[in-house]
């Protein structure tokens, strides 16, 4: 099944902790990204990459590290995570010229 | 700076209507556009996209309709459905064509059905 794989679903750390939430897909598109989902703020992007080795600043990338070492996995990493942090992250991929095709979450808590 | 954002974050429509779901944006660089739909703890889900060079597309149920002078969105729903009751998002590209990594969401607009 075509799909784009993330985990955890649920993570709970505390500040300073550093994490990585995994994200996978199988379709082989070039493009991959992570957004982060706030109530009142919506869907606003970390990263994306256009492929391996290349990546961009989304609109909210403060914090938040990214690696694009094999074209189907886009690791997101929290070196320091703060509360600040605590949000519904998801992961996506698209082949180019199309629109992203969404994980089904990752609920951080950092306390 | 850029934005997209969606006219009514609450939309209340009975079962068998029809619903129209607004977007405006405000880059006028942006050439290709796309509307989600979120239910209860899941990811976004692809519904319908369109390019620039057009100015209506239709789908399954679905049609999207971009007025590029005004920059407004639109997402018409023909005899809505329970299973249609969700958060809409409209998403726009800034970078054209030849990049399509950057993708800016609305606020969304909450779709309630009645049966």
């Known amino acids: 099944e075509a799909q784009v794989t993330q985990n955890p679903r649920y993570l709970i750390t505390v500040t300073g902790k550093k994490l990585t939430v995994t994200c996978s897909q199988n379709?082989?598109?070039?493009?991959m990204s992570w957004y982060r989902q706030d109530p009142g703020l919506g869907l606003r992007q970390i990263y994306y990459?256009?492929?391996?080795?290349?990546?961009d600043k989304g609109d909210v990338p403060e914090g938040y590290k990214v690696s694009r070492k094999e074209k189907r996995n886009f690791p997101l990493i929290l070196e320091s995570p703060s509360p600040n942090q605590t949000s519904l992250y998801f992961c996506?991929?698209?082949?180019?010229?199309?629109?992203?095709?969404f994980g089904s979450g990752t609920r951080l808590t950092v306390v | 700076g850029e934005s997209v954002g969606l006219h009514l974050p609450t939309l209340s429509v009975q079962e068998g209507d029809n619903s129209i779901i607004n977007c405006a944006y405000s880059?006028?660089?942006?050439?290709?556009f796309i509307w989600y739909k979120q239910e209860s703890g899941k990811g976004p889900q692809f519904i319908i996209d369109i390019r620039s060079n057009m100015d209506k597309r239709q789908g399954q149920r679905v049609t999207v309709l971009l007025n590029k002078t005004v920059k407004h969105l639109s997402l018409q729903i023909a005899a809505t459905q329970p299973g249609d009751s969700a958060v809409y998002f409209c998403?726009?590209?800034?970078?054209?064509?030849?990049?399509?990594?950057?993708?800016?969401f609305g606020q969304g607009t909450t779709l309630q059905v009645k049966p």
């Open positions: 998403a726009e590209n800034p970078h054209g064509s030849g990049n399509t990594g950057k993708l800016i």
């Open positions: 379709m082989n598109h070039e493009y």
């Open positions: 990459s256009m492929n391996v080795e290349v990546t």
């Open positions: 996506a991929s698209s082949k180019t010229g199309e629109g992203y095709t």
């Open positions: 880059n006028s660089a942006s050439d290709y």
